[in-house]
């Protein structure tokens, strides 16, 4: 995996890859996204722990932010999942969070992109997936947008 990821966005934003200085801000995004879209309050510890594994630990995955002037308005995280049919790793999105008052100005797509340019630079990707509640219809139709589709596949869990 490359450490610098860099964008032309805007002259005002960088998108790169999550650090350790980002901890905060990703441990209050995913607290903010899990009350919003699953009205879940998340254990600080218990998440500042799981974030800080995969900042730790590059093999688990990683955080993608984009940053406005310093700060960080956007984020998601991607962890890899193999493909023995493919040979390849599924790329999963996961806890994308834009904060709201910089929503729908594109930059989950642009967040998207580079998960995709990552991809491309490191073998490619058997596809890029994501899971979405299926009430939250306006991430959905950010999604299809961007050229995503929903699988045929259903998800099952056990707790």
């Known amino acids: 995996m490359h450490s610098s990821v860099k964008s032309n966005v805007q002259p005002s934003m960088q ?6 200085s980002d901890l905060a801000a990703l441990v209050r995004f995913n607290q903010a996204m899990a009350l ?6 998340l254990d600080e510890a218990l998440l500042t722990k799981g974030v800080n594994a995969l900042l730790s630990e590059p093999e688990k995955g990683f955080y993608l932010v984009a940053e406005a002037d310093g700060e960080i308005v956007g984020s998601l995280m991607v962890t890899f999942e193999w493909s023995d049919w493919r040979a390849l790793n599924y790329y999963w999105i996961q806890s994308v969070y834009i904060r709201p008052e910089n929503r729908r100005q594109g930059i989950y797509g642009k967040l998207y992109q580079q998960v995709k340019n ?5 073998g490619g990707a058997a596809s890029f997936r994501l899971y ?3 009430e939250n219809t306006k991430a959905q139709q950010t999604y299809q947008a961007l050229g995503m589709e929903q699988s045929y596949y ?5 707790k």
Do not use: D, F, P
Not at 15 to 20: A, D, N
Not at 118 to 122: G, P, V
Not at 154 to 158: C, G, P, R, T, V
């Open 118 to 122: 990552i991809a491309a630079e490191n």
């Open 154 to 158: 259903l998800m099952y869990e056990e």
């Open 36 to 41: 919003e879209t699953e009205n879940l309050s």
């Open 132 to 134: 979405v509640e299926q």
């Open 15 to 20: 998108l790169r890859k999550g650090q350790q």
